[in-house]
Every structure is written in C-alpha cells, then in structure tokens.
C-alpha cells in the first residue's frame, strides 16, 4: 500500500525560494503530510527583538504559530530586498515543543504563489541528480537534501531548530 | 484582573503595569528637542527630571514597513527602579483591565532577546498584545545606542 502511495506520487507542495548564489528556480518542498493548510495574507504580529527570519507570529485555531520567512532564513548573511507575504503555509514540522513535548507546528511566509505537485520518492530519485546545497542555504544548517534537474532545484529543509529555539546556537 | 497600560506601537498593542505608568507626554515637533548624553536620549521631565527615551518599535524596523517618527509622537513615561523610560508610542493609549493569567509565552522559536522583552501575549479575540518587560526595553535601548555611538567613532 505505502508503495503503491509512493508510485502514484503524493501531492507536494513547491514554496518558491530565493537564494542568491543559485541560478535558476529554487524551490523548498513540504510533503502533503506536513501541510495543514494554505492561508491568505493576514496580520503578523512582529516581536521586538527577534531575529530577520522569524517575521513574527500568528494565531491560529487558538494556538501561537512562530512565522517563519524562507528567503531570510536562507539568505541570513545577505540583505534581501523586503516584499510582502502573498500566502502563508501552516507546516507540521515533526519537532516537539522541549518543555511540554507537543507537536510543533509553524507558520512558513513565501513572497510567491505556492505551486502543488505529485512527486513521487521515485521519480526524485531517478530524474532529480542530488547535489550540494548552494553555500548560502548550506550555511542554514537546515538542509536535509537538495535534488536539480536542469534548471529546477529542490531542496528539503529541517524547521524543527527553527521551531524548538535551538537554531541561534546551530 | 490587572490593570494594564495599553500602548500602540507601530500598529501593535503592548501593554505595561499600570502602576508603572507616570503619564503620557506629548511631542507636537517645532521647539522639541531631546537631551543627548553619552549616546543615550532623555526626554526633559518637569521639576528637572528626564526619562530616557526607548524606541520598542525600532528593534521592529526589520520587519515590514515602519513609518518614520513624524511629528505629534507621544510617550509613556513608565517608572522602572530609580528610573523614568519613555516609551515611543503612537496616540496616547488607555488603561484596560486584563486576566494577565492567561498570558500565554512565546512560541520556543523565540529565544534569548525576544523571549526576555516580551515575557508573555494577551489573547483578546483576534488581537494579540504584547507584555513588556522593562528591564530589558531599557537594556536593549541601551545597547543599541551603545553600538551606534561606536559606528560613528570607527568612521571617525
């Protein structure tokens, strides 16, 4: 069954990214099983002091979610030209809050539309050549791969530091 | 229920103790000048008295657009120790009663910095406000006065 699922392909979900040192379209992929929902636009709530990457936070369904900018995350040692969120993507990112052990969940922002794709394990596999992430997104530490195919990039990326506070150390 | 003081600071609410509050003072530009010292700005107080100045809103300015400081500022002189802030804010604020016991923390995404200054939200139906912790707007204020006083002396 779990190999029949794989052959058919999952609906992916294609966040574009923009990482200076790569050319090309770069895009960070989240499964169908991390994402709970897309939203619209809405009102962030900024916190003082917080780093570039975290753009604030959001209530959602009576929990505060951590919003996290993919572009500043990425690009942290360079300035990226400020643009408004066009969606927001509500992630499951398989870490646990330390202290309570509940299942973390974050806010990821993206400055174009997401796109939705069947991209089955396989057909990563075979057509995509895995590869070194570029040295701006290897500097996040996050990286769990990274596949092209001609101009098209994926990378897979590790929020769970992000959300359980332990990236500033990484 | 506490009596809290609620702020608008770059379109958020932040609410401090009442108890703190001193007074609101107000800024309508033309003779208006804060006293500089040591890379610090005060705001002069009657009976000779001066708060220093705290702008919460530009530890924000990385995030969106921040609307330049214009002319009709208003501050909330908040009493902290021996000492007076003023608190940058937009409008002049009121006075809410809130159940501070369902302040919930931030996310743990937020550490260090973030974490300190603002030790707890406000969940208000859809609004959310922020609780701040003065110990650290003062110390914040301070360290990014003190690494601007040592930019200018680098280039000089």
């Known amino acids: 069954m779990e190999s029949e699922r794989q052959q058919l392909g999952l609906r992916s979900f294609l966040l574009p990214l923009a990482v200076n040192d790569s050319p090309g379209n770069f895009v960070c992929l989240f499964t169908q099983n991390q994402v709970v929902e897309i939203l619209e636009p809405r009102f962030v709530l900024h916190v003082p002091g917080s780093p570039g990457y975290l753009a604030g936070v959001l209530l959602y369904h009576d929990s505060l979610l951590p919003v996290i900018d993919l572009d500043e995350l990425c690009n942290r040692h360079q300035a990226e030209p400020r643009k408004r969120y066009r969606q927001l993507v509500v992630v499951r990112t398989g870490a646990a809050d330390p202290e309570t052990g509940v299942p973390l969940k974050a806010v990821v922002a993206v400055k174009a539309q997401v796109r939705i794709a069947k991209i089955s394990g396989k057909e990563l596999a075979e057509t995509f050549e895995r590869q070194e992430a570029p040295p701006s997104l290897n500097a996040s530490g996050l990286v769990r791969g990274c ?5 098209d990039a994926i990378a897979l990326l590790d929020l769970g530091p992000v959300v359980r506070g332990a990236y500033a150390t990484i | 229920m506490k009596m809290l003081y609620l702020a608008q600071i770059d379109r958020q609410l932040f609410a401090v103790d009442k108890e703190c509050v001193i007074g609101v003072g107000s800024c309508n530009g033309g003779s208006f000048k804060p006293i500089e010292e040591k890379g610090r700005q005060y705001l002069p107080l009657p009976h000779g008295d001066r708060a220093v100045i705290c702008d919460v809103g530009a530890l924000m300015a990385g995030h969106g657009d921040r609307a330049p400081l214009k002319r009709g500022v208003h501050y909330l002189i908040v009493a902290h120790d021996d000492q007076a802030l003023a608190l940058v804010m937009t409008g002049k604020g009121r006075i809410v009663a809130a159940d501070v016991a369902a302040t919930r923390p931030l996310p743990p995404a937020f550490t260090s910095r973030s974490r300190t200054l603002v030790p707890g939200v406000l969940i208000n139906g859809i609004d ?17 006065h003190g690494q601007a006083e040592c930019r200018v002396q680098e280039k000089r």
Not at chain 2, 128 to 144: A, H, K, P, S, Y
């Open chain 2, 128 to 144: 959310m406000i922020l609780l701040l912790d003065l110990q650290t707007v003062l110390e914040t204020t301070t360290v990014r």
């Open chain 1, 147 to 151: 596949f092209r195919r001609q101009d």
